[in-house]
């Protein structure tokens, strides 16, 4: 885990009907931080077990070879990455949304971005595991513009702003060939048998950015007419190149 409160200041506030949330990386805990997410970064990239065989037939070196080739080396796509583990992180640690996939396992190429949601993340419950699925849309830039935010809005509301068919089937597949059955069977017949409904999401756009977009994110927030719920979750580290760099140095390292 992250664990984002021993490292960030949290505010929350409400807009409307929908929930805006900012967290402000704290300097001094910078070192803290880069440590905790080295140890946690590779497991979004690779399964443990992979590596923990690898380990065991091929030794050290080969296991910390196949880590780092699939590591991004452009400064571009590490931040995306990067923002990428941040908001599935967070989703898991602070919302009911704590089931899906670390899907930067299956990208096709290190320096290549993935096609898709973002994140999508499940909440499964009652005797009949009634499903919720979280949409999520990340943005990682220094500055985090209005218009960067309007991107994210305007993926988010694609699609009647439900998730698309195709992630979800990616999804399913993934979950099936690993043996998560009940998550993916949920998944196959909300897709293929009842079709998903709007009230079965929600949306949340999450930020990570050098600066403080929290008033470009409110109004963003304010001119939603739609009818999901929606989760804005501004993470600001001031240092986000540095950070960046510093994290996967700390992981290659």
Sequence with gaps: MIKFLEWCDETEESISTHSFRRLSANPAKHAQVVETLAEVVPGYY??????AQ???????DAAANFVEQKLPTQA????????????TAY??????????I???RWKDHRNMSMRGEDVLAFHLSGRNGSLKILKAEVKSAVTMSSTIIGKARESLS???????????SFVADRLNESGDTTLGDALDKAQLKDGIKPNQVSHMLFTFSGNDPSNRLKTNLQAYAGTIPQHYVALCVMTHQAFIKGIFKAVIA
């Design 102 to 104: 670390k899907r930067l």
């Design 76 to 87: 571009t796509i590490r931040s995306g990455d990067l923002g990428e583990i941040l908001c």
């Design 46 to 51: 690779a399964d443990p077990s992979r590596v």
């Design 54 to 60: 690898l380990l065991k037939k091929l030794g050290k």
């Design 91 to 100: 989703v898991h640690e602070a919302t009911p949304f704590n089931l899906g």
């Design 158 to 168: 694609a699609n009647s702003g439900l998730p698309s068919p195709h992630a979800i």
